[in-house]
Every structure is written in C-alpha cells, then in structure tokens.
C-alpha cells in the first residue's frame, strides 16, 4: 500500500521568504508527527496531532512555525520568514498505534 | 530529556558483532529502534514495551531494562546491508505514541 509521501521533496528559498511543506500520511493513520533532521544531527520533534486533539506543539522552535492538519488527514508546516538556520530536512510519520512509518522527507535550503 | 545512545559511531567488518546502548533519564513505557540509512527515511526495527523483554528480527535483537531506564541493541554477524544510523526512541509512561529519539549511533560495515 501507499506509504507516507511529502512535497516537495528539495525546496530552495531566500532568507525572510515563507515555505509550506506537505505531509499525507498512511490512509486510517489518526496519528501525525513532524520532526527536523539537521545534517548529521538527529531527529527533532517538532508537532504531533492525534485524531481531533489539539495538537502537541512543544516542539515548535519558535512562532515562526505553524502546522495544521485538515480533516485527520493532510498536514502542511509552514515556516515564515524563514532564517538559514532553519535548513534541514523535515520529515513526517504516521502511525495508526505505536510504530511510526516516516516519509521520504523534504530538503529544506534557505540561501 | 533527550537519551543518550552509545557509542557514537562504530566501524565493523562482515560477521562482527555490535551492541548500541540507549540510556533515559526518565522513566520509560515503551523503547521504539529505527535504522536509517544515507539519505533515506528512519526504517522501524523493533519495539520494546516495559516488562524486560527481549525482541528479535532475524540477526537483530534487543532488550529493555525498565529499571536501568536502558534498551540495548544487538546485531549479530553483521552484514553490509545493516550500514546505517540507529536510533532509539522513548516514550515516557505519560505520554503514548510521542517518541524522544535518542542522539544515533552511526555503524558503518566494511567487506
């Protein structure tokens, strides 16, 4: 079956400019997580939203980032007036109990 | 907060053996174990659940002590194709299905 897909899979912006990345989970999956990745580094939690809960955000390093997830399904991070260190990877997971099954991720550059 | 995983790195022929700790601070419910490979997604391994069990996929097993707050993984004659980061992630008794995961453990097999 479909596994967990994101969009876009490399974006490149400039300094200040907004992005929006894209996660669709595994179809019944109630579960969604975003994590980043910074080369080398390991994976930080970043949003997590359970069915219709109000999302876990204690991740979030700063107001600049946002997630929705719209009808338990598509979730979208955006992060405004993005900074160079916001470059990494960003990678979301869904899980329907307690295995989590990651996307391909998105290669977020900022210039 | 985030477990500490040892060693760092580690460089093994074909048919040696490897163990990789985890170690919390915190009490813990559950040890999830993820492997990922360059340039890829975190790949699910195993997961342990409080009770001390010890789990096995074919050469790779791994235990967890709830007291020591530690899991612990092993890879038996090991082969090229286990090359790869490994991550342990935990979660904490109040907190289901959210993962801290741990800082990796880079194992590189060599012919």
């Known amino acids: 079956g479909a596994g967990v897909s994101q969009s876009p899979s490399n974006k490149v912006t400039e300094k200040g400019k907004d992005v929006e990345l894209r996660c669709d989970p595994i179809?019944?999956?109630?579960?969604l997580y975003w994590y980043r990745q910074s080369l080398g580094q390991g994976l930080e939690f970043l949003i997590y939203?359970?069915?219709?809960?109000?999302?876990?955000k204690s991740g979030l390093p700063s107001d600049r980032f946002s997630a929705e997830r719209t009808g338990g399904s598509v979730s979208t991070l955006t992060i405004q007036r993005t900074q160079q260190e916001d470059s990494a990877v960003y990678l979301c997971?869904?899980?329907?109990?307690?295995?989590?099954?990651f996307g391909p991720g998105t290669r977020l550059t900022v210039l | 907060q985030q477990p500490v995983q040892s060693p760092q790195a580690v460089i093994l022929r074909e048919g040696e053996d490897a163990v990789i700790n985890c170690s919390s601070s915190?009490?813990?419910?559950?040890v999830h174990w993820y492997r990922q490979k360059h340039g890829e997604a975190p790949v699910f391994l195993m997961i342990?659940?409080?009770?001390?069990e010890q789990k096995g996929h074919e050469k790779i097993s791994a235990s967890f002590n709830e007291k020591k707050q530690q899991s612990s993984l092993y890879l038996t004659a090991s082969q090229l194709s286990y090359s790869g980061t490994y991550f342990c992630?935990?979660?904490?008794?109040?907190?289901?299905?959210?993962?801290?995961f741990g800082t990796g453990t880079l194992l590189a097999v060599q012919p």
């Open positions: 997971a869904s899980s329907s109990q307690a295995t989590q099954y």
């Open positions: 939203f359970q069915g219709n809960s109000a999302p876990d």
């Open positions: 992630g935990t979660e904490p008794p109040r907190a289901t299905n959210k993962l801290i």
């Open positions: 179809s019944g999956h109630t579960a």
């Open positions: 342990l659940l409080k009770g001390g």
């Open positions: 915190k009490a813990l419910y559950s």
